[in-house]
């Protein structure tokens, strides 16, 4: 999936009905937390670095840079 209207209807849904059980779950939240925040356009706003602090914060296990291809 490239979009984040794709991520939005699709990846974010399954995951909030069949939540992960394992550590990842805290990374998922705060994931799904920053993909809301910019599909309200918050991150276009020049106080966005306080919401957006948050993806910095995410776990980059397994993910090979692929939060930073997103935001592009």
């Known amino acids: 999936m ?3 209207s794709d ?3 699709s990846v974010v849904p399954f995951f909030e009905e069949h939540p ?3 550590a990842k779950r805290a990374d998922f939240e705060r994931f ?3 993909l809301r ?3 309200a356009g918050g991150h276009l706003h020049e106080d ?3 919401g957006m602090n948050a993806a910095g914060k995410l776990s980059t296990r397994g993910c090979g840079g692929s939060l930073l291809r997103l935001s592009r």
């Open 37 to 39: 925040v910019m599909e």
């Open 7 to 9: 991520l939005m209807s």
């Open 2 to 4: 490239k979009r984040r």
């Open 32 to 34: 799904a937390a920053v």
């Open 20 to 22: 992960l059980i394992t």
């Open 48 to 50: 966005a670095s306080f």
